[in-house]
């Protein structure tokens, strides 16, 4: 009954986020005298925290209406080309001038681990002015009706099989974060069926591909219990009268609040220094917190299969690293892979994929030639800075943009296999 309970409390909390909203609004409207005042200014401060504290973050949206091209503006439009279920694939579709060259067709395969795929919108947005970008956008299992079926890490390796090929020829993939695995396994099985469609590279960032490697804090959790544990104490159905009613799933916001236990004391801070910023009239800083914990608040729930398989294969059975990961009575041999050309990015203070196990594709990939393949560690920057931030724009995006040309491959007629979903 804990969700029920959850979506209760979040219920009854509404009358009283509407009135601190309505509150805040009287004590920060300039007509207001006291609005001027240290105790105005302190009390619409305290009631914003309040409702921010409180309430449920919706989807965030990529906002990304533009990039530059060769020193030019261009328009840009988010559209969907393919769905299913699960899953819908943007397209960033530039207006490119007239004339000019085609970029490489680049696939961003954003992690389905609680947040949205809006979590890579910096990604999205260094990569724009050198490619055509697609990301996989995948959907709150909550929103999903129980007649649609189930969803696990097969499903998973199969969608992005089936975007791939929906996508053609000379495709780069990149996976970000938790995706490292099912795009590594998705990879073998295409090559080991000598599938044409196969990508020209594959760049793997800040990904679970060993936890055995520098384990981290939730490699070690997942290490430590049981995969029982995990169905009896995180999964649960989704309460009436959700669109998912009754499907088991992973909730977003147990997700959330392991996200922010593991950073309890620098959440706090910052939450402190926002009403600060408040009181002080500091516009700038304010509007950073807000636009930060819009997105990082924003959480979707995770099919129970999903989540349940990829802690059971990844971080306990560590199957992938050992040749012994399965999909579909297949084994997935990443020896197949010979002529997709691999880069691992990770970053050096990462302390959700400890350093070492994006790498560890390298190792297990042993037939790639030398001259595909290229490791790249990333300094003094974390999990998040590996796909995001200024050092990812200026150091690491170039680095992807220039190996996925280098590895891109000659045009050539290619039958084209488009399995499952439904072109948009």
Not at 173 to 197: H, K, R
Not at 228 to 251: I, K, S, T
Not at 388 to 408: D, L, T, V
């Amino acid at each position: 009954m804990f969700y029920q309970l959850y979506e209760l409390n979040h219920a009854m909390m509404a009358p009283w986020r509407a009135a601190a909203d309505a509150m805040r609004l009287a004590y920060s409207n300039p007509l207001n005298p006291i609005s001027h005042t240290y105790m105005g200014r302190a009390a619409a401060a305290g009631l914003e925290v309040f409702e921010r504290s409180t309430r449920r973050y919706g989807k965030p949206t990529f906002g990304l209406p533009e990039t530059v091209i060769d020193g030019v503006p261009v328009g840009v439009t988010e559209k969907i080309v393919w769905r299913e279920a699960f899953c819908n694939l943007l397209h960033f579709q530039r207006a490119l001038p007239k004339g000019r060259a085609s970029d490489p067709k680049v696939l961003i395969v954003a992690p389905m681990s609680g947040h949205y795929a809006t979590l890579l919108r910096g990604t999205v947005e260094a990569m724009l002015p050198n490619s055509d970008v697609y990301i996989t956008d995948w959907i709150d299992a909550r929103t999903v009706p129980l007649a649609e079926g189930t969803f696990d890490l097969d499903d998973y390796i199969d969608y992005v099989i089936n975007i791939l090929h929906f996508l053609g020829p000379d495709t780069h993939v990149i996976a970000v974060c938790q995706p490292a695995v099912p795009v590594l396994a998705a990879v073998a099985i295409m090559e080991a069926n000598d599938d044409p469609l196969s990508p020209a590279s594959m760049t793997l960032m800040g990904g679970p591909i060993d936890t055995r490697i520098n384990p981290t804090a939730v490699n070690k959790l997942a290490q430590e219990k049981p995969i029982e544990w995990f169905r009896d104490n995180v999964v649960m159905p989704v309460p009436f009268p959700l669109a998912g009613f009754m499907r088991q799933v992973y909730p977003g916001f147990l997700q959330l609040s392991g996200f922010m236990s593991m950073n309890l004391d620098r959440h706090l801070t910052a939450t402190k220094d926002f009403f600060d910023h408040l009181v002080k009239n500091d516009g700038d800083a304010a509007e950073k917190h807000r636009d930060f914990y819009d997105e990082y608040m924003a959480v979707m729930d995770l099919t129970a299969e999903f989540y349940l398989q990829t802690v059971d294969v990844v971080f306990i059975q560590h199957a992938l690293p050992k040749g012994e990961m399965m999909h579909r009575g297949q084994r997935v041999d990443t020896t197949a892979i010979r002529k997709v050309a691999l880069l691992t990015v990770e970053g050096e203070n990462d302390d959700i994929s400890g350093v070492g196990q994006t790498m560890a594709a390298q190792t297990i990939c042993t037939n790639i030639p030398d001259t595909m393949r290229l490791h790249y560690m990333q300094p003094d920057v974390g999990h998040y800075g590996v796909f995001n931030g200024s050092r990812f724009r200026r150091e690491i995006a170039p680095r992807i943009s220039a190996f996925q040309r280098e590895h891109a491959r000659s045009a050539r007629p290619v039958r084209r296999v488009i399995k499952g979903g439904k072109s948009a």
